[in-house]
């Protein structure tokens, strides 16, 4: 099959674009103290902490989670994506990366594959094969969002090692995640703007 992309005319409808402010305006009385943060129902004070790759290993690799079946499988994987990542040097010439996201999954994966053929590239999604099958080892909530966030990481360290051969597309790379959190961490009453 050959796509034009001359000829290609695929229309999506965007549901929602959320831009995340970390610095709002306010007159001075709104500011929390360092001390006084309210954690979030999954506990932790703060939704970056799953953004946050040293967080995230030291979580995995502390007393609480080490010890459930599948944290060391899965951070062992982890690991061997870093290393693959850090062996690359950041002067090598690259290819295109493209993240393709939307919230209509049959729609955003079957475009991700036509851009992906189109440009000669490589399709990829989240969590990558090589972090797959520990969603449904991973009961509850909180440890199963670690689990995604650190798969972005390992994502990232995927795609810069195959951006050296071939442009890679990607779906589901890091507004999916982050969109679920903020819309589970906050109460209706309190959505960020």
């Not at 939704?47 to 599948?70: A, T």
């Amino acid at each position: 099959m050959i796509l034009n992309l001359s000829t290609l005319h695929i229309s999506f409808e965007v549901v929602f674009v959320f831009w995340i402010t970390l610095h709002a305006e306010t007159n001075g009385d709104e500011i929390p103290q360092e001390g006084a943060k309210k954690p979030t129902f999954f506990g932790m004070n703060n939704i970056n902490d799953l953004f946050n790759l040293e967080n995230l290993i030291d979580e995995f690799s502390g007393p609480r989670l080490c010890r459930v079946p599948g944290v060391t499988d899965m951070m062992a994987r982890y690991n061997e994506t870093a290393k693959k990542a850090l062996n690359i040097p950041d002067s090598l010439s690259k290819k295109p990366f493209v993240a393709i996201e939307s919230v209509y999954n049959a729609g955003r994966r079957t475009v991700t594959e036509l851009v992906a053929h189109a440009l000669g590239g490589v399709y990829s999604t989240n969590p990558p094969k090589i972090m797959q099958g520990f969603s449904s080892a991973f009961d509850g909530m909180f440890i199963r969002r670690k689990y995604y966030a650190l798969s972005k990481y390992a994502s990232s360290n995927l795609v810069k090692e195959a951006r050296l051969l071939h442009p890679v597309v990607m779906e589901k790379y890091y507004y999916d995640q982050a969109v679920f959190i903020i819309a589970k961490t906050f109460i209706d009453t309190n959505l960020p703007p």
